[in-house]
């Protein structure tokens, strides 16, 4: 039995995706990185890598089984013809359609078994939007393709940090009317599992933070922790969860306090994201947890400013691969 090669989707054809998955290829022997192959254009990539001067030669597979023989001397790609023009910085709508048919095409690689993981580079939602994307991101797209009932929870690591968000993209001013007990369960209890299925960890601790400053202190400053976050970290308690809050998130990303939980549970998404890219900027890795399969992605945007230059930093990438690979071995995925 063998482990299946990881599916790597293109991204956003005009951001950085192209020349981070090229970088991390040419790296692989150094990093040790597992197979992956890219659902991508083979032209485009030919195109860029000579605009470059990268030597990489290319091996156009039918089948993401062909990957892992070609990976050590050719980068795999399974073709994706790219309709519209590719000109770095300037994304063209015309392309948007074969952006979203990568990504479903590799969801089902991976729901089928012939792919272990799915790691996805950089989408533009603006671009996608037109061409009748209907989704706030990548995470609630791919819950879709999982299947009815999948309630997707977002998840950033670096190593030393864990953070998972309970809302995500809305603003600041709606956060505190549209937190409530059931979804922090829900967020806790799904953590929870994922830290003991793809992480290995067999008692996870897992602490929530507050919402106000020093977490309300008493009521003085908001009444979310006591009537909403802590009725829900009792019941979590009961459940048998190491549960610890709610905390004053201002001391919570201190480095001796880190060493004392697996994941902090924030209320909002500056609350995740703000410790995870000042601790550890260029390695950090957007994991999607409650799927029927693995996925990871690189923690930052297409870069447009600086696409096509080969200035683009491939490590957040090699980390969402090794992420998805260490995933895909914890579970025991095997072909």
């Known amino acids: 039995m063998t482990t299946p090669p990881i599916a790597l989707t293109m991204g956003e054809p005009a951001g950085v995706g192209a020349e981070i998955a090229l970088k991390a290829w040419m790296r692989r022997d150094e990093l040790k990185l597992p197979p ?19 030597p990489i030669d290319l091996a156009e597979i039918d089948s993401p089984a062909e990957a892992t023989g070609a990976f050590g001397q050719e980068l795999p790609v399974l073709p994706r013809p790219l309709p519209g023009s590719v000109l770095p910085g300037t994304p063209d709508p015309a392309n948007a359609p074969a952006v979203l048919t990568a990504i479903e095409d ?29 989704h706030p ?56 599992r994922a830290l003991k299925r793809d992480f290995g960890i067999a008692n996870p601790q897992i602490v929530i ?46 480095e001796r306090i880190r ?5 902090a549970i924030c209320m909002y998404h500056d609350q995740a994201l703000i410790p995870i890219k000042t601790i550890d900027f260029h390695n950090g890795v957007n994991i999607t947890l409650g799927l029927p399969f693995i996925r990871t992605s690189p923690d930052h945007g297409t870069a447009f400013e600086i696409a096509g230059t080969g200035v683009a930093d491939e490590r957040s990438l090699v980390a969402a691969i090794r992420e998805a690979a260490a995933m895909a071995e914890q579970r025991g995925i095997s072909r």
């Not at 993981?117 to 009748?132: M, S, W």
């Not at 030393?160 to 001013?173: C, D, E, K, Y």
């Open 259 to 263: 060493k004392t939980y697996d994941a």
């Open 209 to 254: 933070a507050g919402l106000n400053p020093h977490a309300g202190e008493g009521g003085a400053m908001g009444r979310e922790e006591i009537e909403i976050i802590k009725p829900a970290v009792d019941i979590l308690k009961s459940e048998q969860i190491s549960v610890l809050g709610p905390a004053p998130a201002d001391t919570l990303f201190h």
């Open 106 to 134: 590799a969801v089902g690689m991976v729901l089928d078994g012939d792919a272990a993981a799915l790691v996805t580079n950089p989408i533009n939602k603006a671009v996608l939007y037109e061409a009748g994307f209907r």
């Open 137 to 192: 991101g990548h995470t609630e797209f791919l819950a879709e393709l999982a299947g009815p009932d999948v309630k997707p929870v977002m998840m950033l690591a670096c190593p030393g940090l864990r953070v998972v968000p309970v809302t995500i993209h809305i603003a600041l001013g709606e956060v505190a009317k549209n937190l409530n007990q059931g979804e922090i369960e829900r967020v806790v209890r799904t953590t929870a």
């Open 36 to 54: 992956f192959f890219l659902l991508d254009d083979p032209r485009r990539l030919a195109r860029l890598a000579e605009n470059l001067d990268w």
